[in-house]
Nanobody, 118 residues
Framework: QVQLVESGGGLVQPGGSLRLSCAAS????????MSWYRQAPGKDRELVAR????????NYADSVKGRFTISRDNAKNTVSLQMNSLKPEDTAVYCCNAEYRYSRTSYWGQGTQVTVSS
């Protein structure tokens, strides 16, 4: 059974930091591109960051460049998102996604809430 479990969300003040983690099981983790998405109420789902299964190249949404960093640990089957200089507009449910590099097969976690507020 494939499972993706996110953790690390919470309430933080503007300018603060959070680190999200996603633990994967039931799949060959190194063969999957890993991404973080977010969705705020009334907004479309947005790709925040992605890291590939091979070379580990990364890309980011323009709104988070320079503030967020995605990383993966294939030995531990985890992907993380370090979020610095958080803004109220970063408030959303953040979900982990795994996409098989050889097909469009993908899996989703349930998400973790991030709230940035004074």
């Amino acid at each position: 059974q494939v499972q993706l479990v996110e953790s690390g969300g919470g309430l933080v003040q503007p300018g603060g930091s959070l680190r999200l983690s996603c633990a994967a099981s039931g799949l060959t983790f190194s063969s999957y591109h890993m991404s973080w998405y977010r969705q705020a109420p009334g907004k479309d789902r947005e790709l925040v960051a992605r890291i590939t299964s091979g070379a580990g190249s990364t890309n980011y949404a323009d709104s988070v460049k320079g503030r967020f960093t995605i990383s993966r640990d294939n030995a531990k089957n985890t992907v993380s998102l370090q979020m610095n200089s958080l803004k109220p507009e970063d408030t959303a449910v953040y979900c982990c996604n795994a996409e098989y590099r050889y097909s469009r097969t993908s899996y989703w976690g349930q998400g973790t809430q991030v709230t940035v507020s004074s």
